[in-house]
């Protein structure tokens, strides 16, 4: 028998429910592994082990009065929380200095829903500070590192949520996603990342990056897993204004279906394979793993045809205007003044550029300069408002695509994990990393990130994990876990654990 920390979610809540073990048990062996791992991988800023233990006890006295996980489909589940999401009385850094000791006097709405499903929410992961970067460098605490190989980043922004599932520590963890930040880790973790449409779920509790594309996501081993976790976490909120009135359906069920359709299970499902994304440069093993993914699709049943995305070549362009710009906006309430870290100054304003300088990192300040830059006088309309404007045509590229097909399939990212410091003193590189990923935050469309192979290892290097993209039609999250889990089922990739699990 597996040991209870490399079980899946859903094989937790069948043990659980068979009261085979107990919560406490479960919790137990996260907090075992977290020991035995952490100290190299580096995924958990803190954690509060007596709360979580009082919160896996309070499940063993539901699971004893008869709570099923019908009801409560979390229940005496461990999941761990990115640095960015409110948790009460637990501190919010959002990796960087500049909050000081802060702590939450509130929960984020994501966390009221994964409590009231009866999830020991535990943890505080890494991240890149206020979810700016791509490989969870920019953290000004600690640096974490991918468990298949602890010379490589693990993927940003929430590299700690990726790193903390890959390596078992827990069977679930929750992240935020901006313009990669959940579907880039996943696929250099070898695990699954969702990122739901735009006001799915809600962004009341989220530390603001850039408000119109951040979006809250799972991270799980099994497509099943990601599918429950998003159900639970979705749905109107009337304390975010971008929080959107649609029907959250039972993905489950919709999974249950597709999985008695047989050994053709996508017949008649039509998948786009986007001439702009397959671009020269595209590593040699990456290209490999995405040509035999479309084959996996076809044996599947689907019908896979080319479609286009024209303004693609400028969604990066597009994104690293409107994210600053919203940055400099978001972060302008960090001052020294109202919470967090302050340096005492002659005067408020010098008070505040000192605080602001001491606090930031330099990748925060390169954004907040560059931000404000295109929202100055003079600039707005030449790069803003333009930004905005190609944004739209972005939008409606996907919007022409989903009426020909059900999904859009991607590379995730363009190569495996690179090292540690490789891309560090090379912002526009780093940038790169999410060639693929920043479209489905501009056009406010869903996606997920699952494994697909792994690279060939060679001397001194071994094998890395490699993602596929799957993107969706707006609120398309069912048909597109519905796809996501025939591919994963007819694959071995999510069955592989990282060699620290």
Request: charged share 20%; proline share 6%; with cysteine.
């Amino acid at each position: 028998m597996p040991s209870l920390h490399r079980l899946t979610l859903s094989e937790l809540a069948d043990r659980l429910g068979r009261r085979e073990c107990s919560a406490v048990e479960v919790l137990q062996s996260s907090l075992d592994q977290i020991a035995r791992v952490d100290g190299d991988v580096r995924a958990f800023m803190s954690f509060d082990a007596a709360d979580a233990r009082a919160q896996a006890e309070a499940a063993d006295r539901e699971l004893a009065a008869g709570v099923t996980h019908a009801s409560k489909p979390l229940l005496g589940i461990p999941v761990a929380l990115k640095d960015v999401l409110a948790h009460r009385g637990q501190p919010l850094n959002c990796s960087s200095k500049i909050l000081g000791n802060y702590r939450s006097p509130y929960d984020a709405t994501v966390v009221e829903r994964l409590k009231a499903a009866g999830a020991v929410v535990f943890g505080r992961l890494n991240m890149d500070e206020f979810a700016m970067g791509s490989s969870t460098e920019t953290s000004a605490f600690q640096r974490t590192l991918n468990p298949w190989d602890l010379t490589r980043i693990p993927g940003g922004s929430s590299g700690g949520c990726a790193a903390s599932v890959a390596a078992a520590m827990v069977p679930v963890s929750v992240g935020s996603d901006t313009g990669g930040s959940i579907r880039q880790p996943a696929a250099l973790c070898g695990v699954v990342g969702v990122k739901p449409t735009y006001g799915r779920v809600s962004r009341y509790g989220l530390t603001a990056f850039a408000s119109s594309l951040d979006q809250i996501g799972p991270f799980t081993r099994t497509v099943r897993d990601a599918a429950l976790i998003t159900g639970v976490i979705s749905g109107q909120d009337r304390r975010d204004s971008t929080s959107v009135p649609q029907p959250v359906p039972d993905y489950l069920a919709a999974l249950n279906r597709a999985a008695a359709a047989g050994s053709r299970p996508l017949a008649g499902v039509r998948i786009g394979l986007a001439k702009e994304y397959m671009i020269g440069g595209l590593d040699a093993e990456v290209d490999a793993a995405m040509k035999a993914s479309v084959a996996k699709f076809v044996e599947l049943g689907a019908e896979v045809v080319e479609v286009s995305l024209p303004h693609s070549d400028y969604a990066a362009a597009t994104y690293y205007i409107i994210a600053p710009a919203e940055a400099s906006a978001n972060l302008a309430r960090f001052d020294g003044v109202r919470y967090g870290a302050r340096v005492e100054g002659k005067d408020p304003a010098e008070m505040n550029s000192r605080t602001r300088g001491a606090g930031f990192g330099a990748e925060v300040k390169r954004r907040i300069i560059l931000g404000t830059y295109v929202l100055s006088s003079g600039y707005y309309d030449a790069y803003y408002l333009r930004a905005q404007k190609v944004r739209t045509l972005i939008r409606q590229d996907f919007l022409n695509a989903f009426e020909k097909v059900d999904a859009i399939l991607t590379p995730t990212t363009p190569s495996a994990a690179f090292r540690v410091g490789e891309k560090s003193d090379d912002p526009l590189q780093m940038y790169l990393s999410d060639i693929f990923t920043i479209s489905c935050n501009l056009a406010g469309i869903c996606g997920i990130s699952i494994p697909c192979g792994f690279t060939q290892p060679k001397p001194g290097v071994p094998r890395l994990p490699l993602g596929l993209q799957l993107l969706g039609k707006p609120f398309g999250e069912e048909s597109m876990f519905q796809i996501a889990q025939a591919y994963e089922q007819g694959t071995p990739w999510h069955r592989e654990l990282s060699p620290l699990s």
